[in-house]
């Protein structure tokens, strides 16, 4: 079965250091992966997703994951915290058709000045 | 902007009663999707639409169906109103029918059912 594990459900960091939110996934074959961020009050904007090129993939406002097939990971990633980045982060994992869409629990990241 | 319109914003009803929740997709997207978003349930994958027939289903429930009409926008009826239907109804819209393309969410429909 399919499954998504996020773990930390609150990531705090300060502002210009390092961001990273975790996330597993298992899946019998690799699937497609997603991270979105969801900002107060609103819908779900996509960042970045793997579909099966390249293992490191840049999304917008300096985001970046790379997929680990070997750790079932696809961990985001940010040099450095703005406070612009408070928002709650999913990742998402779909294989091969919508019917095979997974999201994770979440993982809101907060910035301290 | 998304260019995913969702209407109504809010709505507050009672137990037993039905609600129809309306999105109208980016222009040029063939698909729709509809994802309920709980505290307790997460964000789940409900059904997706194609050019006026279903494509997929996730976790929706009896209750709750959705249809796409030729002019591609859709609308999610839930029947029955529980007060664990109580969530955000997001519908999120894509060029064609593959589950992996970009999706472009709209804002959401509160739903609290009392």
């Known amino acids: 079965a399919q499954s998504v594990t996020q773990l930390g459900s609150h990531v705090s960091v300060s502002e210009g250091a390092l961001v990273l939110l975790r996330c597993n996934y298992s899946?019998?074959?690799?699937?497609?992966l997603f991270w979105y961020v969801q900002y107060p009050n609103q819908g779900l904007q996509l960042l970045l997703k793997?579909?099966?090129?390249?293992?490191l993939v840049k999304g917008i406002n300096g985001f970046e994951a790379e997929f680990k097939k070997s750790e079932t990971s696809f961990h985001l990633t940010k040099p450095s915290a703005h406070m612009s980045d408070a928002a709650e982060y999913f990742c998402d994992v779909v294989r091969s058709s919508a019917s095979k869409i997974i999201f994770g629990s979440g993982t809101r990241l907060s910035i301290r000045p | 902007d998304s260019g995913v319109t969702q209407t109504p914003k809010h709505l507050i009803t009672a137990t037993g009663q039905r609600v129809t929740l309306r999105c109208s997709p980016r222009s040029g997207d063939l698909s729709v999707y509809w994802y309920q978003q709980s505290l307790d349930q997460g964000l789940q994958f409900l059904i997706q639409y194609y050019n006026g027939e279903e494509r997929a289903k996730g976790n929706i429930l009896e209750r709750f169906s959705a249809q796409q009409f030729p002019d591609l926008h859709s609308e999610l009826n839930l029947s029955s109103l529980e007060l664990g239907d109580s969530a955000l109804y997001f519908c999120a819209s894509a060029p064609s029918s593959g589950g992996v393309e970009t999706q472009y969410f709209g804002p959401g429909t509160r739903l609290l059912v009392l």
């Open positions: 899946s019998s074959v690799p699937p497609y």
């Open positions: 793997y579909t099966s090129a390249a293992t």
